[in-house]
C-alpha cells in the first residue's frame, strides 16, 4: 500500500526539449498508479504541461508540453505507483515510443524493474 515515486532520468540533451512523450508498461499485479500519476514538482518538466492517460491496466501514456525549453540532464519527471504486489513480486518498467520534439532529436528509453521488498 505503500505510494513508490519513481524518478525518470534524462541525460543532458543536444538540443533544447519543448516536448516529449512515452509509454510506460508495468504489472497492474504489483503496482497501479495514483489519481495524479505523474508531478512535474522539482524535475526539469516545471512548469510544463503534462497529460496523461492511464484508462488500460498496466499502461501509462505521456505527454508533456511547454514553452520552457529543457536544456540540461537530470530528472524529467516523477511517476507515482501504489504497491500491491506481495513481498517479493516485481515488475518491470518497460518505457516504449519514447520521442522529443516530435522525434528531433533521436532518443531511446531503458527500461527498469521494481521489486517489492516489505
Known amino acids: 500500500g505503500d505510494v513508490l515515486t519513481v524518478g525518470v532520468n534524462l541525460s543532458a540533451p543536444s538540443s533544447p ?8 508498461l508495468y504489472d497492474p499485479q ?10 512535474t514538482t522539482g524535475t526539469l518538466s ?13 499502461r501509462l501514456r505521456l505527454a508533456v508540453y511547454g514553452a520552457s525549453p529543457i536544456t540540461a540532464g537530470g530528472t524529467l519527471i ?33 527500461s527498469g524493474k521494481v521489486t517489492v521488498r516489505r
Request: net charge negative; glycine share 12%; no cysteine.
Open 78 to 110: 516523477n511517476l507515482k505507483f501504489r504497491v500491491v504486489g506481495a513481498f517479493g513480486s516485481g515488475s518491470t518498467l518497460v518505457f516504449n515510443g519514447l520521442m522529443l520534439n516530435e522525434g528531433n532529436p533521436a532518443a531511446e528509453g531503458k
Open 17 to 24: 526539449l519543448q516536448a516529449y512523450q512515452f509509454d510506460v
Open 30 to 39: 504489483v503496482l497501479q498508479l495514483e489519481a495524479t500519476p505523474v508531478t
Open 46 to 58: 516545471a512548469g510544463l504541461a503534462a497529460v496523461t492517460n492511464a484508462v488500460q491496466p498496466g
